[in-house]
């Protein structure tokens, strides 16, 4: 069964950074895709970044482009998610995601709190 344990969230003031991590466990992930979604209170659970676990493809939404950078640790299973130049609407509910290539997110993490201060 694959598992998904997101660390690394916390209070951080505007403009300063966090790295977030995500252990993946349970399966090869040859064929996946790794993902980062973020849930503010009162809002639908949005997508971050993700990235092709295989060759290392990177792919991000508007809001964070040449903010934040996905990566993956092939030896170690783990993606990460830096965060630089944070916002106070960076705050939210942080979560790791997997799916097989041309499927849907099946796979999702607890989340983890991240609270940008103004």
């Known amino acids: 069964q694959v598992q998904l344990v997101e660390s690394g969230g916390g209070l951080v003031q505007a403009g300063g950074s966090l790295r977030l991590s995500c252990a993946a466990s349970g399966r090869t992930f040859t064929s996946y895709i790794m993902g980062w979604f973020r849930q503010a209170p009162g809002k639908d659970r949005e997508f971050v970044a993700a990235i092709t676990w295989s060759d290392g493809n990177t792919y991000y939404a508007d809001s964070v482009k040449g903010r934040f950078t996905i990566s993956r640790d092939i030896a170690k299973n783990m993606v990460y998610l830096q965060m630089n130049s944070l916002k106070p609407e960076d705050t939210a509910v942080y979560y790791c995601?997997?799916?097989?290539?041309?499927?849907?997110?099946?796979?999702w993490g607890q989340g983890t709190q991240v609270t940008v201060s103004s």
């Open positions: 995601a997997a799916r097989v290539m041309y499927g849907n997110y099946k796979y």
